[in-house]
């Protein structure tokens, strides 16, 4: 569906060549007295695309482009859908990989199936040349996604919401 309303669906079979697919079940207890409520780190995911769907116990939150933390409501029959680093790069910054964290309040476990979809590790990430445009100039050159993930696991870039650009930005203007 993204690739078709991008106007990209003649990559649906390149996109499926490209990825591997995890399922994980994640469980998230809550906090015990003089622990933090952090059941998950912020980061953004590095695959194409995350699909998360959870049991309906809150904790899931997104930062908007502000800096501002929300809480995503997850009803029984709903799924999340989030971009990764490398679904970023491929698009041009068409679409934004969503920095999320688990925040644990109550007194109940939160369990969540996630769906990942990843890069095969010697996969060559490069975007369509027809989604470059003047509005969306090229921001990465085409990089691998083994490599890159390599680099986003070295102690100084765990925690850098620009380690892609730094890795492989064409410029670092407009971050």
């Known amino acids: ?4 309303s991008l106007n990209l669906e003649k990559y649906m079979d390149e996109h499926m060549e490209l990825a591997s697919y995890l399922v994980r079940v994640m469980k998230y207890r809550p ?3 003089d622990e933090s409520n952090m059941g998950l780190l912020s980061h953004a995911d590095k695959n194409i695309l995350t699909i998360l769907q959870s ?4 904790g899931l939150e997104v930062q908007n482009k502000d800096g501002e933390w929300f809480e995503v409501k997850f009803s029984a029959n709903s799924c999340v ?14 679409l934004h990989a969503a ?8 007194d109940k476990d939160r369990f969540s199936i996630g769906l990942f979809s990843v890069p095969k590790w010697n996969s060559i990430i490069k975007a369509p040349e027809e989604v470059v445009d003047e509005e969306h100039p090229l921001f990465f050159k085409p990089f691998d996604f083994g490599e ?9 870039n765990i925690n850098d919401k620009f380690a892609l650009e730094k890795y492989c ?5 407009n971050l």
């Open 81 to 94: 859908v989030m971009v990764g680093e490398a679904f970023k790069a491929w698009t041009i910054r068409r």
């Open 169 to 173: 930005g064409v410029s670092t203007e």
């Open 1 to 4: 569906m993204i690739l078709e």
């Open 148 to 156: 890159v993930f390599k680099f986003f696991t070295r102690e100084e």
């Open 99 to 106: 920095t999320h964290r688990v925040v644990m309040k109550g």
């Open 55 to 58: 049991n309906e116990v809150e």
């Open 31 to 33: 906090h015990m007295k």
